[in-house]
């Protein structure tokens, strides 16, 4: 399995935007996938948006049109580009990988969207 380690998370007003990576290590060779979720505070942890080895793209629909998942050259990077952001985008932000082993998960990041 692979090792993923989260960054960019922070404070930031409603309407701005932060930028989220994960970088992954280890057993990168077959990675399907990869995605980010999030849980806050008294919720069920929920997709934001994911990424497949092809390229292909999804969005949950409460982020659709205002984040962009993507990854970087290397392909064992991947980004989340967070914009016009909500106070109800506050959560702890978790990267995933899906690999034939099973999925891995990073330890969170925490964005915190208010005034």
């Known amino acids: 399995q692979v090792q993923l380690v989260e960054s960019g998370g922070g404070l930031v007003q409603p309407g701005g935007s932060l930028r989220l990576s994960c970088a992954a290590s280890g057993s990168i060779f077959k990675i399907y996938a990869m995605a980010w979720y999030r849980r806050a505070p008294g919720k069920q942890r929920e997709l934001v948006a994911g990424?497949?080895?092809?390229?292909?793209?999804n969005y949950g629909d409460s982020v659709r049109d205002r984040f962009t998942i993507s990854r970087g050259n290397a392909k064992n990077t991947v980004y989340l580009q967070m914009n016009s952001l909500k106070p109800e985008d506050t959560a702890v932000y978790y990267c995933n990988a899906d690999q034939p082993t099973g999925q891995s998960w990073g330890q969170g990041t925490q964005v915190t969207v208010s005034s």
């Open positions: 990424i497949t080895s092809g390229g292909s793209t």
